[in-house]
Structures are given as C-alpha cells and as structure tokens.
DNA sequence: AAGGTAAGTGTATTTTGTACACTTAACCAA
DNA sequence: TTGGTTAAGTGTACAAAATACACTTACCTT
C-alpha cells in the first residue's frame, strides 16, 4: 500500500557523481511523445508523504533512486515559485513518476554526494528514466530545475572548501592526487600539488591506509580513506 | 476578501533588531488563558497563500506586523518535521492568529535585519501581542521555534562576518563604533578598534557623510552610510 | 637497463591577521 | 578660560597563513 502523499510538497534531489573525469549530476529521463522526439530530463524527486520529515523524504527519493543508504545529503533551499508547475501543466509525461497536482507545488532542495560506483541505475525502479550527465552540458530542465541545479552547485563549491567534503565523492579508498582532481574541477582551477596537500592533511579523519595504489604504469600512491570513527 | 491560504506551508520570520545595547528579537505574545496566566511567544508567521511566492509571503507577514518594506531578509531552512505543529495541537490560542489546520505543517524559515526604530508596532494590527525580546532571554517558544530562532542566529553570525551585513540593523546613519559594538555583541567577544577599522574600510558602498554625530559629551564621530548606488 | 610517468616532498616570499598606545575634539564644570 | 572627562581616530611591528616554485623517487614498460 502507498502512504498518502502531501499534494503541494516536494523534495527535490541533486545528487553529484564523480567518474574520475567530470562532475555528474543524476537526473530522470523521459521522451516526449507527444511533440516530437525529444528528450527532456528533471531532477528525481517527490512528493513528502503524510507522516514523512524532510529529511526522510529527500533520503527516500535517494534510496528508491540508487539502492543506496546514508549518504551525504544536504538541504539547501525551499522553491516556491508559484508558477514553477503550472508553467509545464502540458507536459504530462512527468506525472507517470510523480503524481503531480494540478495547483502550484513548494520544493525542497537537497543535493547529494555519492560515489558513483556504488549506484546502479539498472537495479533500480526508474533504470530506463536514469542518466548521470556531465554537469557542464545539462539540457534545458522541466520546471524551475535549471535554478535549483545551479544553487545547489554553488552551494557545493562553497561547501566543498569549508567543509572538506570532496571525498563524498570518491570510492572509500582514493589517492590524493584523486581529491586533488576533483577539487580543480569542482573549483575549475588548478591547484598547487604541494599547498593543496598541506591544507587537506590538516583536516580530521582522513588516514592513510597500508596499501597503495595498483595497476597504474608509474609510482603507486599511498590510498587514503576518511574514517570518521577514529579516536584521537 | 481573504486570499486563499495553503493547508500546511507557512513562513516564519525571524526578525532581529538592535537598540545599541542589546540584539533583540520579535515575537508574537499571548496569554494563555486556560492553564495559567503564563505569557507564551511564537514567531511571527503565516500560512502561504495560494498564488504567492515564498519570499513573498515572508514579505508580506514582515510587512502586515512591521509596516516597513524593503527588508534585508534571507531564507535559511525549511522546516518539517511532522510533529511540529501535533506536538502543541492542545494549546489553541495561536489559531486565533494563525489558522492553523490539524495536520503537520512545513515551514520555511527566514531572518531579517531591521532598522529597530522603523518598527512601530503600534501601529501594526498585532500590536497588543508583539514585543522586542533581547534574544539572550527569550523563553521556551511555541512549536519548534527554538529550533529555528538558533538556527537563524547560527547563520547570521556566519553571514555578518562574510557578508558584512551589520549595518542592516543600524540607522541610516551610523558611526562606526556603533557598528562595532554590533559585531562585539552578535558574535559576543571584544575587537580591536584599529584592526576592525581597517576591515570594514575594505567593503564596497560605506560612504563618510559631510556630517558628525551631535548631542554626545565627547569627540563626535564621523557619520557613515551604506550606499549600494554608489558609482565606481 | 633506460625511458616514461605521476608521486612525493621543503623553503622562501607575500599577504593577511593580530597586538598594542597615544593624540584629538567636543562637552562640562569650576 | 581652563582643566578634566569621554570616546574618536590613527600606525607600526610581529605572527600566522597563503602562495609560488623544482627536484627526487618508485613503479611500469619496452
């Protein structure tokens, strides 16, 4: 049985991913049938149920969309455009995954980082509507999703140098020439090898392992992992 | 004729004010008259109206107690956890000035800075039941808004220093030792005179005025305003 | 064994932040 | 008018943080 939903409310989820190349955003595909060919992408997301807290509901549009639980998850902003829906009213082809009402709906917006690994969009419900895409060559979004992707990629860059929370990003064991990478990308500028290690090993919970990196054609690195449990 | 309201979105605002002495902030009073005669506080807030934007509604709610426009005023959080509003279901005086419905409602939050001496309350249609709280004092609010008036100080702090925005609650006209004493008392420890004059002097759109402070017993201070018009 | 590749490491310089004390201008009272 | 009181206004020396910069090392390949 499906627990009753909150017509006007919604989260909506950003979630990042990381290849070792580009920084990617996860979103839904559908094709219009309707006009022509065309392929338009929205942000997964939906409607908070009854009983739900924000929280809970962003959490389960993750879990439902990747298999994946306990991920870096982060509230950035409310929407509430009250055209942001009815702008769109004639496209229904969104409404096959999420029931959307005719009247104006509030968003909250949280963006995610995952190891891209770990998600396989195959395994889950939507498989065939999933699509990790390059963020600096997302389409044209449904609704007001072009906005809400690019304050939740300013609040990440913003948050990636305060908080340290690049390695979100990457697999549980990765060098630092790795974190390095993705921060010039995220960042777009590069950084000096020597002072960017500097800052990093200043930050907690970040230790190297017994074990380097293999199959590589040059020097191995030392494999790092972020272990938050770690006493001091 | 009353604009239709949505059943479970809100805004709630918090409102800071400064008197040179102490950073207050406005609540919305009521007696309880069935248990004791204990006084209760709650933030200023409202159920969005259908067609209304987010910010909006933060304007107007700010606007219908305050009677001033054009307010520094930023969302920080929304809020929703589903027992936020059963929690307090059997304390029935805050229906009478928000219609408050029976199941759970989201809010989004907002803080803003106001001149003190702008806000009349007394004029306002709330004015019997709206006080100036220094906000070190305030008591166990309604709902969770003590949850949401530590995170609205909590990003304040953060965004005077990195934004600057202390003059937001000051006259007009101010000097600096004023908006000094502001920054002392908001992020409660001493500066040094010196050093924070040569901070503040680097931020865009602080302009001296042709004019000085009169009425004090000592050397009068140089008056400033912020101008964001300011060509350069 | 030699060449290719990215890993790994320290120091000097610049910039920014911090600590610190006396002179000035107005008011007030004698 | 003069001397006392008050807060305004100002510069420099030191410490800390951020930046610029180049060579050696370890593994793989041929």
Redesign the pocket.
């Known amino acids: 049985m499906v627990s009753q939903k909150i017509p006007n409310l919604s989260v909506d989820c950003v979630i990042f991913g990381y290849n070792g190349k580009e920084l990617k955003v996860l979103l839904i595909e559908q094709k219009k049938i309707s006009e022509q060919l065309k392929t338009q992408y929205a942000l997964p997301g939906d409607l908070v149920e009854i009983d739900e807290d924000l929280d809970e509901a962003a959490n389960r549009v993750l879990f439902e969309l990747t298999n994946i639980k306990d991920i870096y998850l982060e509230q950035f902003q409310a929407f509430g455009n009250p055209v942001r829906v009815k702008e769109q009213k004639d496209s229904d082809w969104l409404r096959s995954i999420r029931e959307f009402p005719e009247e104006r709906v509030i968003t909250v917006a949280y963006y995610s980082l995952v190891n891209i690994e770990d998600v396989a969009p195959k395994g889950s419900a939507f498989a065939d509507h999933t699509e990790w895409i390059n963020v600096k060559k997302v389409p044209p979004l449904a609704f007001d999703h072009d906005q809400i992707l690019n304050h939740a990629l300013q609040r990440f860059r913003s948050e990636l140098v305060t908080k340290n929370i690049g390695f979100e990003l990457l697999p549980p064991k990765f ?4 974190l390095q990478q993705l921060h010039e990308l995220v960042l777009d500028k590069k950084l ?4 960017f ?3 990093i090993k200043k930050i907690d919970h970040l230790e190297p392992l017994d074990e ?11 494999l790092y992992r972020f272990n938050p449990k770690k006493e001091d």
């Open positions: 060098t630092l020439s790795q000096d090898k020597r002072n290690r500097k800052s380097k990196q293999t199959g590589v054609d040059h020097k191995p690195a030392q």
